[in-house]
């Protein structure tokens, strides 16, 4: 049984850093893209970064290139996203999804295991 399961996130002021964690069970990163998603109130669901099956290839959202890097320790079996200069933009729930599906990238469609959620949120 896949679950995945965020933390990390809280209340940072603008230009400040945050590590989320994804920890998850009945994934093996070789066989499992993973991704980060996020959602603001009132916005649809936006990809933010991926990451595929093996991890030797990553993608990012435009509005977070260069600011958050995606991350993954097999031997924890945890995911990671780290994200630096923060903006208020960034505020959003937070979400980790694993996929199956080759090439799944930021399309969230293509995730089947999604956790909770954990909240970011940047004060200016």
């Known amino acids: 049984q896949v679950q995945v399961v965020e933390s990390g996130g809280g209340l940072v002021q603008a230009g400040g850093s945050l590590r989320l964690s994804c920890t998850t069970s009945?994934?093996?990163?070789?066989?499992?893209?993973m991704g980060w998603f996020r959602q603001a109130p009132g916005k649809q669901r936006e990809g933010v970064a991926a990451i595929c099956r093996g991890g030797y290839a990553d993608s990012y959202a435009d509005s977070v290139k260069g600011r958050f890097t995606i991350s993954q320790d097999n031997a924890k079996n945890t995911l990671y996203l780290q994200m630096n200069s923060l903006k208020p933009e960034d505020t959003a729930m937070y979400y980790c999804?694993?996929?199956?599906?080759?090439?799944?990238?930021?399309?969230?469609?293509?995730?089947?295991?999604w956790g909770q959620g954990t909240q970011v949120t940047v004060s200016s």
């Open positions: 999804a694993a996929s199956q599906i080759a090439g799944a990238g930021l399309m969230g469609g293509w995730y089947k295991y």
């Open positions: 009945g994934v093996t990163f070789d066989q499992y893209g």
